[in-house]
């Protein structure tokens, strides 16, 4: 068992051939209050020390959003906000109650692709992938979503 690291390209390795695929990581992107600032694996704290963190400030970049409050609409702005990271961004959950969707109204489609079980496939070389939506209901591994290719960085 290790701690997740805000920064490390590591900690998820592929397990089917990754010399066929050497440029291909997954960035660990926060965790306890550290984010990692885009560059090699250099973080920064961005809420201050405290004897009784909450659940939120030493949770991974991962929300459940299976949770009832799960992602709330303070959580949401900052997932989107282009001050903190300017790029482009995905956001996926492998569940979302109706009454979340509801509370987070009309844009939270533009914001959150469906939910499902999420399925990551790399392409030769590890310079594109494409993210896959499972229907999570039916069982039967249904594609309900999927991405255009996407470059890796």
């Given at each position: ?13 592929l ?12 960035q ?5 209050g550290?984010?990692w ?8 704290i ?32 900052r997932?989107?906000d ?18 979340i ?7 939270v489609?533009?914001i959150v692709?469906?939910h ?7 392409f030769?070389?590890?310079?594109k ?5 499972l229907?999570?209901?039916?069982g039967?591994s249904?594609?309900?979503y ?8």
């Open positions: 068992m290790e701690g997740f690291e805000a920064g490390s390209c590591s900690q998820f390795v397990q089917n051939n990754p010399v066929k695929y050497p440029d291909f990581n997954i660990n992107i926060y965790v306890n550290k984010v600032t885009g560059e090699g694996t250099n973080t920064r961005i809420h201050p020390d405290t004897a009784n963190p909450d659940e939120n400030m030493c949770s991974g970049v991962m929300i459940p959003a299976w949770h009832y409050q799960h992602p709330d609409p303070e959580k949401l702005a997932m989107t282009k001050s903190i990271y300017p790029g482009e961004r995905l956001i996926f959950t492998t569940g979302m109650f109706k009454g969707e509801d509370n987070l109204g009309e844009a489609g533009a692709e469906p499902g079980h999420i399925v990551i496939r790399a030769e070389g590890g310079k992938f494409k993210v896959f939506v229907d999570p209901v039916l039967n249904e594609v309900k999927t991405t255009d290719y996407l470059d890796s960085k």
